[in-house]
Nanobody, 125 residues
Framework: QVQLVESGGGLVQAGGSLRLSCAAS????????MGWFRQAPGKEREFVAG????????YSADSVKGRFTISRDNAKNTVYLQMNSLKPEDTAVYYC??????????????????WGQGTQVTVSS
């Protein structure tokens, strides 16, 4: 019933930019806090950035602070991740997810039982 579809990934040189999108269906999107996560080979899935219901409150992990910006368009049921100044260390599969009742940062990947297919981001040096 709930579907999350990530898109916008690709191959980019270090210092470049990408804009990821996550389209959600099967939920009342405007009532969910949304976040982006990423998982590199051999690593745990980690929280990247989050945005609260109305979009006015955001949080970014230290590793991406100042480079990545999360935003949302509730009319389109879509959350975005603008990624600038990309580094090879950003290479990972990027996923979105959401919760209705969470209030603390950071979001925890282990709190979510279902995920979309993700979108691959590869940053070359």
């Amino acid at each position: 019933q709930v579907q999350l579809v990530e898109s916008g990934g690709g191959l980019v040189q270090a210092g470049g930019s990408l804009r990821l999108s996550c389209a959600a269906s099967g939920l009342t999107f405007s009532t969910y806090r949304m976040g982006w996560f990423r998982q590199a080979p051999g690593k745990e899935r980690e929280f990247v950035a989050g945005i609260r219901l109305a979009g006015g409150s955001t949080y970014s992990a230290d590793s991406v602070k100042g480079r990545f910006t999360i935003s949302r368009d509730n009319a389109k049921n879509t959350v975005y991740l603008q990624m600038n100044s990309l580094k090879p260390e950003d290479t990972a599969v990027y996923y979105c997810n959401g919760d209705r009742y969470g209030s603390r940062w950071p979001m925890k990947a282990a709190d979510f039982g279902s995920w979309g297919q993700g979108t691959q981001v590869t940053v070359s040096s």
